[in-house]
Every structure is written in C-alpha cells, then in structure tokens.
C-alpha cells in the first residue's frame, strides 16, 4: 500500500537558508562574471572589425549563459519567497531581506551589462543571439534591459526600498548573531547606492501607470507590498520565458513508493520539472541529475558510515529528513547538498540509471562523490574545474575511472560539459548504464522499466531534438 505524502511547509528554516545561500553565492558569480568582462580585452577590436572570431565568441557566450543561468535561479528564488510570504506571515521579514537582496543583484548585472555592452553594437547583437545547446531565446539583451525603464519596475522597486529603509535597524541587528543575514546585508550595502529610486522618479512613474488592478493589488500591508512588488519586479525580467508560476511539481505518491523500492545505492536520478525557469538554461529534455546514497542502514552496510568522506557528514546523513530516510547526493543552486528523496521527487517526470559496476565499485564512487559535499553550484558550467559542481558533474566526479567507466564530455558554449541527457544516450547505448526505469508524464501514468522504459527515453529525447 503506498503511503499517503508528506509534505512540509512551503519554506522550513532549512528551505530559507538555501534560498539565502543561492542569493549569496550568484552574488559572489556575478562579480566574478564582471570581473571576466571587464577585463575582455578584444571588447574594441571586435567593435572595429565588426565580427567575433571563435575564441572570442566562446568567451563570451559562456559569460552569456553563465549569466543566464544565475540570474534565472535568483528569480525562481525570488517569486518563490513571495508565494510563501502570502502563507506565512510569521517569517515575512526574512523573506523580504532574502528577496531584496536578490532583486537587487538582478538588477544591478542587468544594469552592469548595460554600462558594459551598450556603446558596443556587434557585441549587443551577439547576446541577443539565441543559443540552441543552452535553449536561449531571440533577443534577451534587449528584453532584460526594457524591463529596467518600465515604469512598473520603478513602482515596485521604490515600495521595496521604502520598506527596507524602515526596517534596516531590525536587520542590521539580527546580522549580529546570523551570518547569513551578514552576508546579504553585504550584498545590499554593495548596490544599494546605485539602485535607489528618487521621489520624482517614482511620481513620474505612479502618473504613467493607469490600471485599477494595480492599485488595487497594492493596498496591503507594507511588508506584503514590498514583497509583490519584488516577485513582479523578476516576473518583469523574466518576460518572454514560459512559466506556470501556480505549477508545484510532484510525482504520484504511487510512483514515488514505487521508486522506493527499486532504487539501489549509486543509480543516477535523471529528471524534469516542468516549467521551471532553470529548465530553458540546460541542454536537452531532462535537464537535471542526481546520485541515489540510499539510506542510513545501506550506507552502514557498504561501510561508509566511518569512511572519511562520510563521517564528519554522517548527522546529516541521519537526520537531514526526520520523516524520509532515503538519501541523494544533488547539487542545487543553493550547492551540493546531502537531500531526501523527497527532492527528487519533487519534480514531474523521472528516469533511473543504472550503473553497471561492482558493488564494490559503487561503494567507492558513493564515497568519492561525498568529497564533494558542501561545495558551491557552478553556474559557468567549467568542468576542468573542482571547487564549484554543476548536477550532473556529481555523477562525473563520482564515478570517471571507476571500475573503467569513462564519460565523453562535449563542448557547449565555450566549455567542456556533461548533460543529463548524454548520461541517459550513455544509458540507452548500455554504455557503463543501463535505463532501469521511467515515468514520463506526458507518456505514461505508470513506472515503465525494460525495453518499454528505453522506448520512452529515446522518444523524450527526440521530442526535444
């Protein structure tokens, strides 16, 4: 019989300390990607040719997506916040510092790219380039830098300052015991200067804007303004991009038992989340990977509890999800991170790959793969390096030259990278993994495994091609 769901509150502290950790970390890649373009000498030599040459065209179609990619995982952040903040008043001051912070990194990159690449015509037409490996549309220079003179933006922006300026005395002191909260009051004290909008620029605004609804959704509390206001201020940047906002994604909680019972140690969770905005920034249909642990007992089993990759993480292990005991290793915007399998779950469609290793060999790729743990996402997507991991770069990582398993990495965008869906091609080869199962939602109500899982694999795949 399966057992009924369980669910959380939308936000647990735990939820909002990863939210707080993706501000902070897309922050610190954004000045790195500043850094990157500032110093791009040929900025004038392509000017004056009029064209970019290959290298330099990797250089900067990588700052391209890289940018695209972080800057898509701080509004899914943002609007996230603000559906929470509607249940959940008690937190609404949090939420708000974590949703400024991150609006305002948005709009100081965006405004960045403008000071940086406007006077620079053949630069401009490149970044409006559609980017088909990485699923980027036509002309998102030009959509991203119109959503800054909008004079709804200008609204909701100055709602939001008004309200940190009246709350900056409470942040400020829970700064002194909370970390976190020091480092996005970091962030603001950064942009803050740079992004204020004056009086006039927000009566010039309130004169422009004539719709009844907008007043209308405006007359609430201070707090529960600001926070609309942020979630339209990034519904404004992501314009042009198909979402559902309202979609919670979810498998079946008959799929899910299903899947409880059939996972082993070391399978590569492959899966999709529809309409999510991250999903239009990876290559390919299935855009997201994820490695199965197991849980407490079977990892005690394989002896991993005292290896010295598990132990000082063997607690999260344990207690990371009092009510599933199920484990992955994932890395997320928020990082690489110990998960439940409630994470994974969390999604509407799902392939299981299989290894086709010793156990012997699974053991010792779980444990390299628990290396690292902790480590931030890497939204440049550069596989040569090992301080920030990408999803699928945990399965990489974990299991390359283990038991003879080796992977072909492709370049896409000026790096070397590994898709989910080169994984499940590797799958469907039997190269070193064998599909074990799938559900597809768009194909089948039930878990399909065998032949019939391959034929659903391969028919997902070309129907993204």
């Known amino acids: 019989m399966a057992r009924p769901r369980q669910t959380h509150p939308i936000h647990s502290p735990a939820m909002l300390a990863s939210d707080a950790a993706t501000v902070i970390s897309v922050a610190t890649h954004f000045r790195k990607l500043k850094f990157i373009?500032?110093?791009?000498?040929?900025?004038?030599?392509?000017?004056?040719?009029?064209?970019?040459?290959?290298?330099?065209?990797?250089?900067?179609?990588?700052?391209?997506?890289?940018?695209?990619?972080?800057?898509?995982?701080?509004?899914?952040?943002?609007t996230s916040l603000h559906r929470e903040s509607l249940a959940n008043s008690a937190q609404r001051e949090s939420l708000f510092l974590i949703a400024f912070a991150g609006a305002i990194v948005l709009i100081d990159a965006a405004r960045f790219l403008r000071i940086q690449?406007?006077?620079?015509?053949?630069?401009?037409?490149?970044?409006?380039?559609?980017?088909?490996?990485?699923?980027?549309?036509l002309g998102m220079y030009d959509t991203i830098q119109e959503s800054l003179t909008r004079p709804l933006h200008i609204w909701h922006l100055y709602h939001a300052i008004s309200y940190w300026q009246q709350q900056e005395p409470l942040f400020r002191q829970q700064a002194t015991q909370d970390p976190q909260t020091r480092?996005?009051?970091?962030?603001?004290?950064?942009r803050i200067q740079t992004l204020t909008v004056s009086l006039q620029e927000y009566a010039s605004a309130r004169m422009r804007l004539h719709s009844r609804q907008v007043w209308t959704s405006l007359r609430r509390d201070l707090v529960s303004q600001a926070l609309y206001g942020l979630q339209k201020l990034a519904g404004d940047l992501a314009a042009q991009i198909s979402v559902r906002p309202g979609h919670r994604p979810g498998l079946p909680p008959a799929i899910v038992e299903e899947l409880r019972q059939l996972l082993l140690p070391g399978d590569v969770i492959i899966s999709r989340r529809d309409y999510a905005l991250t999903n239009y920034f990876l290559p390919g249909h299935w855009p997201h990977a994820a490695l199965y642990l197991g849980d407490a007992v079977e990892l005690e089993r394989r002896g991993l509890a005292t290896h010295t990759n598990f132990q000082s993480r063997w607690m999260n292990v344990v207690h990371c999800d009092s009510e599933e005991p199920k484990r992955v290793l994932?890395?997320?915007?928020?990082?690489?991170?110990?998960?439940?399998?409630?994470?994974?779950?969390?999604?509407?469609?799902?392939?299981?790959?299989?290894?086709?290793?010793?156990?012997?060999?699974?053991?010792?790729?779980?444990?390299?793969?628990?290396?690292?743990?902790?480590?931030?996402?890497?939204f440049g997507f550069d596989f040569t390096r090992s301080d920030r991991l990408v999803c699928t770069e945990v399965v990489y990582r974990a299991y390359e030259g283990v038991g003879g398993m080796a992977f072909r990495l492709t370049q896409r965008?000026?790096?070397?990278?590994?898709?989910?869906?080169?994984?499940?091609?590797?799958g469907l080869s039997h190269q070193h993994f064998t599909i074990a199962a799938v559900y597809d939602r768009e194909t089948d109500q039930k878990l399909v495994t065998e032949t019939r899982a391959e034929q659903i694999v391969r028919t997902t795949i070309e129907r993204s091609a």
């Open 183 to 190: 480092d996005l009051l970091t962030i603001v004290d950064e």
């Open 37 to 78: 373009a500032t110093s791009f000498s040929e900025l004038s030599i392509v000017g004056q040719r009029g064209y970019f040459q290959p290298h330099e065209e990797e250089t900067i179609r990588h700052l391209q997506v890289s940018y695209w990619q972080a800057r898509c995982a701080l509004i899914e952040v943002v």
């Open 413 to 426: 965008a000026g790096r070397m990278t590994l898709s989910a869906d080169d994984l499940l091609a590797m």
């Open 330 to 378: 994932e890395a997320m915007k928020d990082g690489v991170r110990i998960r439940s399998l409630r994470s994974p779950a969390s999604t509407d469609s799902i392939v299981i790959l299989r290894p086709q290793l010793s156990d012997k060999d699974v053991t010792e790729a779980l444990a390299r793969g628990m290396f690292h743990e902790g480590k931030q996402y890497d």
């Open 117 to 137: 690449f406007q006077a620079h015509p053949v630069i401009r037409e490149k970044l409006n380039e559609p980017e088909p490996n990485f699923g980027l549309p």
